[in-house]
């Protein structure tokens, strides 16, 4: 399906760029052409006191997938989004509800250039899973036409913009593990964070943040910092650490949609699972294993016994450079 965006998603045109030429592509050019959008991990989640602006404090942990969406740019005259992959019909139809489209309206903006190109994003994440799918698509779109047009995407501007996109863009822009605070703009990159052997389970039922937060009443206190964080170099040691910790929106989310307390039941019951826990606020479930062979049994095990399911073996990984400056 194609979404043309409409004229008033781009705000305050400026001079048009040049357009790209019809140069024969090569392979190499094909590949920077690419973008990786990987869903994202909240290895735990804690929510404080809501802000005047409705935004609310939280603390997380932070990890990427290497498992995601997956975005396409093709030079052309206009500017069109296409949708492909088992979830492209659960997208907004209104490109000014898009947050990819709105992530390349903002680039427009602040570059004052005419985005001449097609994206094709291919969605292989479920919409409003708690993966932060949208959020990974509008940063990979952010990053892929940086670099198209030649430009950082880590200046000001663009990180300005990746906040008003979302409170889960910013760190998605990046990619990396990393200690979140704030309303999610305040990132510390865990670089030593080992790959974990997770699996993803959705019940293929939309859960909308709005809808959670409106039901969710802060009483926990944040730990207020990083400063005691032990080093993460053995997956034992970020076990440990998680164990303490947990999800402030579980017990809410699992209100609205009770196949969430299913789901962490028929996880913990797995062998080789060490930790079950609901990402973001869900309704998408994970666990860690001790191994990819226990990750792969219990994702047989678990598609066959809930084919309404969304089962995804995944591990994670570090899938883009750390370069806030």
Known sequence: M????????????????????????NPS?????????????????HVGGRLENGNH????LVVFADFGDKLRLTPSGTFALKHTGPFAKSLPRAAVNDLTACAVSGLSNIFSREPAFTLVLEKNIPVAAGLGGGSADAAAAIRLVCREWGVPHTGLDVRVLAERLGADVPMCL????????????????????????VLLVNPLQRLRTADVFAEFTATDCLDGGIENLPSFVA?????SF????????????????????????TLEQQNGCCLARMTGSGPTCFAIFEDEGACTRAARAIAAQYAGWWVQRTKTNQSTEWDPN
Not at 13 to 25: D, T
Not at 29 to 40: D, G, L, S
Not at 235 to 239: K, N, Q, T
Not at 247 to 263: E, F, M, Q, S
Request: hydrophobic share 40%; charged share 25%.
């Open 2 to 25: 194609e979404r043309k965006c409409p004229n008033r998603c781009f705000l305050a045109r400026s001079a048009v760029s040049k357009r790209v030429s019809s140069l024969a592509e």
């Open 29 to 45: 050019r094909n590949t920077r052409r690419c973008e990786a959008a990987p869903a994202k991990l909240n290895l735990f989640l």
């Open 57 to 60: 404090l939280l603390e997380s």
């Open 174 to 197: 990046y990619g990396v593990p990393a200690w979140v605070a704030g309303v999610g703009e305040r990132l510390t990159p865990l670089p030593q964070m080992p790959a974990l052997d």
């Open 235 to 239: 997956s034992a040691a970020a076990l």
């Open 242 to 265: 998680l164990q303490g910790r947990q999800n402030h929106l579980t017990d809410v989310a699992g209100k609205l949609c009770p196949a969430i307390k299913k789901i962490l039941d």
